[in-house]
T-cell receptor, first 113, second 116 residues
Framework: LAKTTQPISMDSYEGQEVNITCSHN???????ITWYQQFPSQGPRFIIQ???TKVTNEVASLFIPADRKSSTLSLPRVSLSDTAVYYC??????????????FGAGTRLAVHP | DTGVSQNPRHKITKRGQNVTFRCDPI?????LYWYRQTLGQGPEFLTY????????KSRLLSDRFSAERPKGSFSTLEIQRTEQGDSAMYLC??????????????FGPGTRLLVL
């Protein structure tokens, strides 16, 4: 299973764009990249998932370069409510046919007024 | 609400007691996962069900832990003879297996266990 490396913490201010970069040098061909958001005392919330290039939804954008060894989660115009821990994960279907997620420590994003 | 639900949300118990948690996955999701999360750490995989079959158990799941998913719908996680080290957030996630590699797991709100 590929490991990921992301900053332990980041600070931003309301209205700014936040980019969180994740390194996954050993990503496998069949691995997808998934980002989750977690608030205190809640379960992780799926944000976005992609395989290559750029993916955008109503919440965020995910940029994946051609070599797929890193990815960047982009949160446009953050608000105080975006203060949370963000997890980057890579994985896909394995020979066993399922995908147990391996979480790192995540990035603690603090948005200030 | 059609998301993953877990009950109870909080549980306080004394050391040595047994506890049981329940997870109701998203309807028609055939895969169900249990994770455990301690303070300041990311969730750790415990076990996985494909329909009613338990296909993998982590080494974290000692013999005091047992999980079931009768009829492939809801799941229960039981901890016998609880220890203080069992204090954690227990998370359930479900997904729908597709024909491609892509799979998205959706998490419930978790059950926070405190063992005194």
């Amino acid at each position: 299973l590929a490991k990921t490396t992301q900053p332990i913490s980041m600070d931003s201010y309301e209205g700014q764009e936040v980019n969180i970069t994740c390194s996954h040098n050993n990503i496998a061909t069949n691995d997808y990249i998934t980002w989750y958001q977690q608030f205190p005392s809640q379960g992780p919330r799926f944000i976005i998932q992609g395989y290559k290039t750029k993916v955008t939804n109503e919440v965020a954008s995910l940029f994946i370069p051609a070599d797929r060894k890193s990815s960047t989660l982009s949160l446009p115009r953050v608000s105080l409510s975006d203060t949370a821990v963000y997890y980057c994960l890579v994985g896909g279907m394995f020979s066993g046919g399922y995908n147990k997620l391996i979480f790192g420590a995540g990035t603690r994003l603090a948005v200030h007024p | 609400d059609t998301g993953v639900s877990q009950n109870p949300r909080h549980k306080i118990t004394k050391r040595g007691q047994n506890v049981t948690f329940r997870c109701d996955p998203i309807s028609e999701h055939n895969r169900l996962y249990w994770y455990r999360q301690t303070l300041g750490q990311g969730p750790e995989f415990l076990t996985y069900f494909q329909n009613e079959a338990q296909l993998e158990k982590s080494r974290l799941l000692s013999d005091r832990f047992s999980a079931e998913r009768p009829k492939g719908s809801f799941s229960t996680l039981e901890i016998q003879r609880t220890e203080q080290g069992d204090s954690a957030m227990y998370l359930c996630a479900s997904s729908l297996a597709g024909t491609k590699n892509q799979e998205t797991q959706y998490f419930g709100p978790g059950t926070r266990l405190l063992v005194l």
